[in-house]
């Protein structure tokens, strides 16, 4: 039996596979795949994750595959230069401000073009049979003593005993890129031990084990990466102890632990985040790491209002409601009108999560002043707008940095983007429908409140009051067609990058109170004509 399982190890390892691969590394029937002996049988060949991720991105780019889902509004430079860096297998440096996608683009890439894996069942530092040499297998399968001559960590001693104790019935689990990456944020508490692992002394007390054995040894942040994509954010926080230790694993590939006579290789894609200013910053990060991290990439904020909605829209976790592109295109608006305010520290960034968190405001504030209480679909208005000041995090720059200064300028930065997004949808109507609906408006005045709904038989609503406005509501019939376009195309434009539409798709029961915004938009765009058509007062909107 000793000689026919080194025979079948010495031919698995010398012989071709006999399987088809669907990805780098990845057997078509993977799944049934679920042992030892299951790999060796298949001639199983382990490709690492720097070479799985530039094989998989180059079958993306043969087949016109999606390489990088979700990343938005980077296709004329950062995705090149990330094409680039993965082609060329090089460890990564990310710069940019807060809120530039750069961890998510890590997380991307790791869930999308790094293959599953075979991991014996239960490691916590993915250990995949083929970390093994093969002499090194063949030593562990008749339970003899390692015949290497530098002690070196290929797995845990916990998957070593498994191997042992179940031979070719060994279990393994096939892994997948996103649950081998890890994301390590840098702040002052992190530790070297964090990071390279430390001597266990509960391990110690319970196996009965020395301090300096490897069965004493708990894997670090590094070692849980393995096979994986490590990410730390942030890097320039770390202080230099720490950096020196990622070095080594940059420079050689490995490093070494306390007193141990072990070296450890986490076999990693390394993925490091920096904010421009601390990047710059003289001495924030050792020059041979700066040096090592092969690819420096400059991200960015989203170029375009439409890049930015997608953002929003892909980002915002939000209950069930429809959001029309309009109130998608004011905050959009707020957040673009922010980045280049000089009112606002542009150092320290507007972030698009600020968005992201406004939508999902937003539809809070729907549901508290009108969904929950009538049963109905959360829909945003213009009414509801000033709600957002909750999740504005930006920093003055001009001015003493007060709640009371920040929230000046907020209400501007919405006042304009009402403005700008309101007389997108009126501009071009003749001056005669504007002098009708100015002449209809003569004594009277049009109600709006957050409370007020769309159409309501047994109080005062929108529909209602329009009777009286025949003009205007024919102008927001047509805005209601346009919008419904607007709706349907910017549907497809999420399909792009997989983003789901239930939000945005159009619905019967969506109707009335997409009308209800609409309205409040169309009066808002009427109050910056020149010469304004309507003036806003605290009872509603009169003739100006």
């Not at 309205?519 to 004509?529: N, P, S, Y």
Request: aromatic share 6%.
């Amino acid at each position: 039996m000793t000689q026919e399982l080194e025979n079948l190890v010495r031919r698995s390892y010398s012989s071709i596979p006999k399987y088809t691969e669907v990805m780098a590394g990845l057997p078509e029937d993977y799944k049934q795949i679920k042992t030892l002996g299951d790999l060796l049988e298949i001639n199983y060949k382990f490709v690492g994750a720097k070479e799985q991720l530039r094989q998989n991105l180059i079958l993306k780019m043969q087949t016109n595959g999606i390489k990088y889902p979700e990343i938005i509004g980077f296709e004329d430079d950062v995705i090149p230069a990330l094409d680039r860096a993965i082609l060329a297998c090089h460890d990564v440096m990310l710069v940019g401000q807060i809120g530039q996608a750069k961890t998510k683009i890590a997380q991307t890439i790791s869930k999308n073009l790094l293959s599953p894996i075979p991991v014996i069942k239960g490691s916590i530092t993915n250990d995949t049979p083929m970390d093994l040499p093969q002499d090194e297998m063949i030593s562990v399968l008749e339970d003899k003593e390692s015949p290497a001559s530098i002690l070196k960590f290929y797995m845990d001693s916990e998957s070593m005993e498994k191997i042992r104790n179940n031979k070719l019935d060994t279990k393994i689990d096939w892994v997948e890129g996103k649950d081998r990456y890890k994301y390590v944020l840098a702040t002052p508490d992190i530790s070297v031990k964090d990071l390279v692992g430390q001597i266990d002394a509960i391990k110690i007390t319970k196996k009965g084990t020395e301090m300096y054995q490897i069965e004493s040894y708990s894997p670090g942040q590094l070692m849980q990466a393995k096979h994986g994509l490590f990410c730390i954010d942030e890097l320039p926080v770390l202080d230099t102890r720490k950096q020196v230790a990622l070095l080594s694993v940059l420079q050689e590939g490995r490093f070494t632990t306390g007193a141990y006579p072990v070296i450890f290789e986490p076999k990693t894609v390394f993925f490091a985040t920096a904010n421009p200013i601390d990047y710059t910053h003289s001495g924030k990060i050792i020059e041979p790491l700066y040096d090592r991290l092969k690819s420096h990439i400059h991200t960015h904020y989203p170029k375009s209002i439409e890049e930015e909605m997608l953002i929003i829209i892909q980002e915002a976790k939000i209950s069930k409601s429809f959001i029309p592109i309009f109130m998608l295109r004011i905050l959009a608006r707020i957040i673009q009108n922010a980045r280049t305010s000089n009112e606002i520290n542009q150092d320290k960034g507007v972030s698009v999560r600020i968005g992201i968190h406004s939508l999902e405001l937003l539809v809070g504030e729907a549901e508290r002043t009108r969904a929950i209480s009538h049963k109905m679909l959360a829909i945003p208005r213009p009414s509801d707008i000033f709600c957002i000041n909750q999740a504005t995090k930006f920093e003055l720059a001009e001015m003493d940095d007060t709640i009371v200064n920040r929230e000046k300028i907020l209400k501007d930065l919405i006042s304009v983007s009402l403005k700008e997004t309101s007389l997108e949808y009126i501009k071009g109507t003749d001056l005669s429908t504007l002098e009708k609906i100015k002449q209809e408006f003569t004594g009277k005045t049009f109600q709006v409140s957050q409370k007020i709904l769309g159409l309501n038989s047994m109080q005062i609503s929108y529909e209602n009051q329009l009777r009286n406005f025949e003009t205007m509501r024919n102008i927001i019939e047509t805005i209601y067609e346009k919008i419904s376009g607007e709706q349907k195309e910017f549907e497809k434009k999420t399909l792009q990058y997989n983003i789901r539409t239930e939000s945005i798709t159009m619905s019967e029961n969506a109707k009335n109170e997409l009308r209800a915004a609409i309205t409040e938009m169309v009066l808002e765009g009427l109050c910056w004509l020149e010469p304004k058509i309507l003036d806003k007062k605290e009872a509603g909107f009169v003739a100006a």
